[in-house]
């Protein structure tokens, strides 16, 4: 499959949240989201969950799941979190991305995601103070980087272009996705950190993480135990998968629930029940799609009216005027009200 050329389009998309100002509806939030229960039933679908998306790191968790296939095999849950996470830079983050590298005898040279300076705000600004140089470590995708450079160790593949898409490491990805979600691959294009970033529809993003939900952790066979394991480092670790104070921690720590973003308004969540809700926003901006995908969660009995009260409290949905809070992003979908 080439390159894509062009966008991925979502059409026929329904209104999700607006932003408020003083009483005043200031922006409207319009996308598209899937609802799916623990055995596949579609309980809500929004928009054209059907149209194709860019997954972008929402993605992570079933890239990441490939690459056990083929032979990846991590230290500990905290590695697992981190090589499907999309962090923000801290010295924990580097620390663990260090450790996955270390164990199969690589260096940080060897990563090709771009440099960067750290998200965390902390981390940022010591990292200014002492001068020190932006470094592919500490962009946000390093740890999935890791992973790809651990597994092409571990099947003895070749690591100087790992992120090329005809490379066995990415066409490997690319069919399992496909098996996991029971559709095939639209486009393919890259992403923010230079790999390989897969286009397919929402309702095959909601059945590969619906796959990863409701795996048996007693499983015969080692995929599926690592799925088990994998969204149960996520909650135990949500500080790593993100970072202190960022949206998906700040779910998975209120509500836990396990919460992945992905760029461009991507958010994609699953319940202990089993039951997922995948969310595009197509203004690209992530500001609400937490808080609608946890909203679908909560309407369908998946998370307890508390427990989304308590995240929804604690997630940066104020919108500001000087000191005073005059507003704030509101989940608004009028096909569910009523």
Same mark, same amino acid.
């Given at each position: 499959?080439?390159?894509?050329?062009?966008?991925?389009?979502? +059409?026929?998309?329904?209104?999700?949240?607006?932003?408020?100002?003083?009483?005043?509806?200031?922006?409207?939030?319009?996308?598209?989201?899937?609802?799916?229960?623990?055995?596949?039933?579609?309980? *809500?679908?929004?928009?054209?969950?059907?149209?194709?998306?860019?997954?972008? !790191?929402?993605?992570?968790?079933?890239?990441? &799941? $490939?690459?056990?296939?083929?032979?990846?095999?991590?230290?500990?849950?905290?590695?697992?979190?981190?090589?499907?996470?999309?962090?923000?830079?801290?010295?924990?983050?580097?620390?663990?991305?260090?450790? *996955?590298?270390?164990? !199969?005898?690589?260096?940080? +040279?060897?990563?090709?995601?771009? $440099?960067?300076?750290?998200?965390?705000?902390?981390?940022?600004?010591?990292?200014?103070?002492?001068?020190?140089?932006?470094?592919?470590?500490?962009?946000?995708?390093?740890?999935?980087?890791?992973?790809?450079?651990?597994?092409?160790?571990?099947?003895?593949?070749?690591?100087?272009?790992?992120?090329?898409?005809?490379?066995?490491?990415?066409?490997?990805?690319?069919?399992?996705?496909?098996? &996991?979600?029971?559709?095939?691959?639209?486009?393919?294009?890259? /992403?923010?950190?230079?790999?390989?970033?897969?286009?397919? +529809?929402?309702?095959?993003?909601?059945?590969?993480?619906?796959?990863?939900?409701?795996?048996?952790?007693?499983?015969?066979?080692?995929?599926?135990?690592?799925?088990?394991?994998?969204?149960?480092?996520?909650? $135990?670790?949500?500080?790593?998968?993100?970072? !202190?104070?960022?949206? /998906?921690?700040?779910?998975?720590?209120?509500?836990?629930?396990?919460?992945?973003?992905?760029?461009?308004?991507?958010?994609?969540?699953?319940?202990?029940?089993?039951?997922? $809700?995948?969310?595009?926003?197509? /203004?690209? !901006?992530?500001?609400?799609?937490?808080?609608?995908?946890?909203? &679908?969660?909560?309407?369908?009995?998946?998370?307890?009216?508390?427990?989304?009260?308590?995240?929804?409290?604690?997630?940066?949905?104020?919108?500001?005027?000087?000191?005073?809070?005059?507003?704030?992003?509101?989940?608004?979908?009028?096909?569910?009200?009523?």
């Amino acid at each position: 499959m080439s390159r894509a050329e062009g966008t991925c389009a979502v +059409s026929e998309a329904t209104q999700l949240a607006v932003t408020t100002r003083g009483g005043f509806i200031e922006s409207r939030h319009s996308g598209s989201a899937i609802v799916l229960s623990a055995v596949g039933d579609t309980l *809500i679908s929004l928009g054209n969950p059907g149209a194709t998306v860019l997954t972008r !790191s929402a993605l992570k968790p079933l890239q990441v &799941l $490939a690459m056990h296939g083929a032979g990846l095999e991590l230290a500990n849950r905290r590695q697992l979190a981190i090589s499907f996470a999309s962090h923000t830079g801290t010295a924990e983050h580097v620390e663990v991305v260090r450790e *996955i590298l270390h164990d !199969s005898q690589l260096t940080e +040279s060897h990563l090709l995601c771009p $440099a960067a300076l750290p998200l965390d705000s902390e981390a940022r600004i010591r990292a200014i103070k002492h001068d020190e140089s932006a470094s592919p470590i500490q962009m946000g995708c390093s740890g999935k980087h890791a992973a790809m450079l651990a597994t092409c160790v571990a099947a003895g593949w070749d690591t100087a272009d790992y992120t090329h898409q005809d490379h066995p490491l990415q066409q490997h990805i690319l069919q399992t996705v496909q098996r &996991l979600s029971a559709e095939n691959v639209s486009c393919v294009t890259v /992403d923010g950190c230079g790999a390989p970033v897969l286009g397919m +529809s929402l309702t095959a993003l909601a059945r590969g993480y619906r796959r990863i939900a409701n795996a048996d952790p007693n499983s015969p066979f080692p995929i599926n135990r690592t799925m088990a394991l994998m969204f149960e480092a996520g909650r $135990a670790y949500p500080h790593l998968i993100e970072g !202190s104070g960022a949206q /998906d921690t700040i779910v998975m720590q209120n509500s836990g629930v396990f919460a992945k973003y992905g760029a461009e308004g991507i958010s994609a969540m699953a319940a202990d029940d089993g039951t997922i $809700a995948i969310v595009k926003v197509l /203004d690209g !901006s992530p500001r609400a799609s937490r808080a609608v995908a946890l909203s &679908l969660l909560t309407y369908v009995g998946s998370v307890s009216k508390r427990e989304f009260m308590r995240t929804l409290k604690a997630l940066p949905l104020a919108i500001t005027g000087g000191l005073d809070r005059v507003g704030e992003i509101q989940v608004d979908i009028p096909t569910l009200q009523g």
